[in-house]
């Protein structure tokens, strides 16, 4: 066992399993609202999101945004906000979870040309705040406390 995940675990973080995809992004499942999704972990992007084809999905009360989003070659797109949901990601939970909700195709549309398997959402820097968040890039994990 490693020296940094001894450290952790001793400090009560949770670990948690990344998959590397194939466009060289981190990928982790996760669960909101009870319902189990693939999202990517993106240090990058200041708010986690969930794409407006998932809102169903995850059963999300959307409500209108002023927030314009931009990213991943993308800009001035509309938005909604989706508060109060629960974000299980390994053993690591919690409730009150904002998401910002956006078209994701252009997203998902990249992932596929590149053979990557498309994904519900984005975990961005927002929620790792909240975790504490220790990435491993060599060991490929994740630790939130």
Request: glycine share 6%.
């Amino acid at each position: 066992m490693s020296t940094l995940r001894k450290f952790l675990l001793a400090k009560k973080y949770t670990r948690i399993k990344l998959a590397l995809t194939k466009t060289n992004h981190f990928e982790v499942k996760a669960t909101l609202n009870g319902i189990k999704g693939n999202f990517i972990l993106d240090t990058g992007a200041s708010n986690s999101c969930v794409g407006f084809e998932a809102v169903e999905k995850f059963d999300l009360f959307a409500q209108d945004s002023d927030v314009k989003a931009a990213g991943a070659g993308a800009t001035n797109m509309t938005t909604q906000v989706s508060k109060k949901n629960t974000l299980k990601i390994g053993k690591w939970k919690k409730k009150k979870v904002s998401l910002v909700l956006f078209d994701m195709q252009h997203v998902n549309q990249a992932l596929l040309n590149h053979n990557a398997e498309p994904v519900d959402g984005i975990i961005g820097a927002d929620i790792l705040k909240k975790g504490k968040a220790v990435i491993d890039y060599e060991r490929k994990c994740l630790y939130l406390k």
